[in-house]
């Protein structure tokens, strides 16, 4: 891949990136009485343009792998939803360039994998999750879309993990999440590997690569955010990681109703509602929710998503 994919990142670390295409709508003037902002919103022309601010050859497709499953009932992803059964589908993505590859989630290891079982042995699958090691080492870089040890693991809970980090942007957000408040044990970032790691805030989008931005999505974890991507044949895609954990949630714009979560409920129904708003506005667009197996199936047999890693 040329030069620019990773430079135009560089050059933009730790700028709030602002302005006419980008800056997030201000909800009070100077003198005007102050009122509450909304609890999340974004824009996606406003995203597309941020996407094109990298120039550069788009992505030519995206793959993932499913690496381990979680076995929990679908009350648990929708709330209101019956107690039916329900895949919680551990995956990673994999955005083909002509010349290289980026990873949007980098895995986890089997030591992670058991703390979502609680007690439970839950299936995970030793080849896919080498699969992703492997793409993750291959990756001219590697973002995630929140600090959960299933989303992250694969880069701060890894022997290459030094190595690793160099090529992984996290947020500010995440960072610190990852080095005061981790998910478990195994994920908490020492100083020494926070360092390596490239770090960038961002306002509201984010330009990641050509065709590729972020959208901070705070709510499911502080730092949550969206992956926008634009393949080369112009189809869209929407990673929006755990948003929701079954595409029911948005088409019902209903959260979750996990115990063991904890979320920003405001925040979170307002990205339901904009993402089922998309459906009507931009059905062209991909959205993707990181877990929905159901969906990944449907997807797959489209052709919109390849099932396995290169």
Do not use: C
């Amino acid at each position: 891949m040329p030069h620019r994919f990773v430079l135009g990142a560089v050059l933009l670390l730790g700028v709030a990136v602002s302005g006419p295409d980008v800056r997030a709508v201000q909800t009070a003037t100077q003198g005007a009485a102050q009122t509450a902002p909304p609890a999340w919103s974004a824009d996606l022309g406003d995203i597309r343009r941020v996407a094109s601010l990298i120039p550069g050859r788009r992505p030519v497709r995206i793959n993932f792998v499913k690496f381990a499953e979680s076995r929990r009932t679908k009350n648990f992803s929708i709330k209101g939803a019956e107690a039916t059964p329900s895949v919680q589908a551990r995956t990673a993505f994999q955005v083909m360039y002509p010349d290289a590859s980026l990873m949007v989630d980098a895995g986890m290891d089997l030591a992670v994998h058991k703390f979502f079982g609680r007690g439970v042995e839950e299936p995970f699958f030793p080849d896919a999750a080498k699969q992703v090691e492997q793409a993750v080492g291959r990756a001219r870089l590697i973002v995630v879309t929140h600090e959960h040890g299933d989303h992250v693991a694969g880069v701060v809970h890894s022997p290459a993990a030094p190595q690793l980090a160099q090529k992984t942007i996290l947020t500010r957000t995440q960072l610190e999440s990852l080095k005061v408040s981790p998910q478990m044990p195994e994920i908490r970032l020492a100083e020494d590997l926070a360092r390596r790691f490239i770090v960038v805030d961002y306002e509201q989008y984010y330009p990641l690569a050509p065709g590729m931005a972020l959208v901070k999505a705070a709510g499911h974890t502080p730092g949550s955010q969206m992956v926008y991507v634009a393949l080369e044949s112009g189809r869209e895609y929407l990673l929006i990681g755990d948003a929701t954990w079954h595409m029911d949630g948005v088409r019902l714009m209903k959260g979750k109703d996990a115990p063991w979560i904890t979320e920003d409920q405001g925040a979170v129904n307002a990205q339901l509602t904009w993402l089922n708003a998309l459906s009507r506005t931009a059905p062209q667009l991909v959205v993707v929710a990181s877990h929905d197996e159901e969906q990944h199936a449907e997807l797959v047999g489209k052709g919109l998503l390849t099932r396995r890693l290169e």
